[in-house]
């Protein structure tokens, strides 16, 4: 069975069932040891993905059906890193909304378990099977609050909107089975690649995963849910949803699509960049609209994702693979970044928020430098970070996508490189807007209070801020891990 190769999941889930237990016992109404008991598991969990990421080959366990290579670990580490530093953001927030309860901690370490079953499945069966671990989870996060009438609508669409995309996904990997005969991913990429099975049946079968794939990544058209979600769901459960999961998407579409399905390239990139381009579009242009913060940051990742998916289908040029390394490890970059940036955006919305008062309209940033100009200037740094502007991390992720796009020197990769410059700077709009609410206009109402600031979550908040601009002017580390992590996921 190779149980070692699944340690850091058994940790987790055994810490889960402790926490549930602990949390039984626990009056502080602070609920400190269950907050503490849940961070030092976060941190042995991320330690011990850390340790294995230098592993040489991958190691399959339980009978072939999970497999432990750098690419899953890296994810795993990065999502687990993601959960605990919302979970310090949020500690403040969900106490003053009478959120502090175990259920909080305990779901979102079981929707952790989902994502690093996602990340490191090598069967149909286990990525259907961490999706659905992960995404129970986060309906019932966004439920949470039963008294609370927006929650609860957000719930109930995340969740029939997210069963909807589990079948589509189901369906398409049945489609799948039926024509490779294997819910082993290695088995499905031999098959396919020996042009065995019957090519309209893996096509249309394609189709219903892309669709899936979409639907989790929030890619538009399939991006119904996430303003709505976003916008009504508490901003810890938004940033929960908005971190760890958009990871766990990206390990499920390498894992499925290039580990599996790389005999048809050519068919899902084709679907790709249509993904890209009206996502991008959607994104960008439906952003500028906005009134509420939340759901400008919601169109804001339908954009981002788009600009992701751009990398995606530069992989496979004329039939070669030469420029996958390239373009997937652009495309994870580009995902890490991403979820960097927006983990310090909601934190500092949940930080200005307070109790009887929602920070989550964009006016509400107005004058925010004449309360709290540290505060201004971080926000400053992710702003620009999504708008792509130097030196900030978020300009060399986006340089690094470009770069994939133009080195296959195929026209039409030319021409979405170009569209996706253009559609940037259609972008860039709504995020310097900010900047200028928060430097140029003078509050307003609500927004003129002082903003809550706690120690521990200030300097969880700089630490972000400065790892953004770090990464921005050296990002050669992270690139070389991510770099390294696809490339051993292609070797094997």
């Known amino acids: 069975m190779n149980w070692a190769a699944v340690t850091p999941e058994i940790v987790l889930l055994t810490m889960a069932c402790v926490i549930a237990l602990v949390d039984l016992f626990v009056e502080d109404e602070q609920r400190a040891p269950t907050f503490w008991l849940t961070q030092a598991t976060l941190a042995a969990v991320a330690l011990l993905h850390l340790a294995r990421l230098d592993g040489a080959e991958s190691v399959y366990a339980m009978q072939g059906m999970v497999v432990s290579d750098p690419l899953g670990h890296l994810l795993a580490f990065f999502a687990t890193v993601a959960v605990m530093i919302t979970i310090g953001y949020s500690r403040a927030y969900i106490g003053a909304r009478e959120m502090l309860k175990g259920e909080f901690f305990t779901l979102s370490l079981f929707s952790l378990l989902g994502v690093c079953v996602m990340v490191s499945a090598n069967n149909f069966l286990v990525v259907y099977l961490g999706l659905e671990l992960m995404s129970l989870s986060l309906y019932a996060l966004v439920a949470l609050r039963r008294d609370h009438g927006t929650s609860t609508e957000a719930a109930m669409k995340y969740f029939v909107l997210g069963a909807l995309a589990s079948g589509f996904l189901l369906y398409g990997l049945s489609m799948m089975y039926g024509a490779t005969g294997s819910l082993d991913i290695q088995r499905v990429f031999e098959v396919i690649g020996r042009g065995q099975a019957n090519q309209s049946v893996l096509v249309f079968g394609l189709v219903f995963v892309v669709a899936g794939l979409a639907f989790k990544f929030g890619a538009a058209p399939f991006h119904m849910w996430v303003p ?92 070669n693979t030469l420029s996958a390394g390239n373009a997937y490890s652009s495309a994870l970059f580009y995902m890490v970044i991403y979820v960097l940036t927006t983990l310090g955006t909601f934190g500092l919305v949940m930080l200005l928020s307070r109790q009887g008062f929602e920070c989550d309209e964009i006016s509400d940033l107005a004058g925010l430098n004449q309360r709290s100009p540290w505060m201004a200037g971080v926000m400053a740094v992710f702003m620009f970070s999504l708008a792509g502007i130097p030196p900030t991390a978020g300009f060399y992720a986006k340089l690094a996508v470009l770069q994939a796009l133009i ?50 979550a200030n300097a969880l908040l700089a630490a972000n801020g400065a790892a953004v601009l770090l990464l921005g002017i050296l990002p050669g580390g992270l690139m070389a891990l991510c770099s390294t992590a696809i490339l051993r996921a292609l070797a094997t």
């Open 228 to 319: 709505d979600v976003y916008h009504g769901a508490p901003t810890a459960v938004t940033l929960l949803i908005a971190g760890a999961p958009k990871l766990a998407a990206f390990g499920m579409t390498m894992r499925l699509l290039v580990e599996g399905m790389l005999g048809l390239a050519m068919d899902w990139q084709q679907m790709l960049s249509v993904l890209a381009i009206v996502s991008l579009l959607i994104g960008n242009l439906a952003a500028i609209a906005q009134t509420n913060l939340k759901r400008m940051l919601a169109y804001s990742a339908i954009a981002q994702i788009g600009f992701m998916l751009l990398a995606l289908t530069a992989g496979v040029v004329s039939g």
């Open 407 to 456: 080195t296959t020197n195929q026209p039409h990769h030319l021409w979405l490189a170009v569209f996706a410059v253009l559609i940037s700077l259609v972008g860039a709009f709504y995020y310097i807007r900010i900047v200028k609410l928060m430097y140029f206009d003078e509050p307003t109402g609500d927004a003129a209070a002082p903003s809550q600031e706690g120690s521990g």
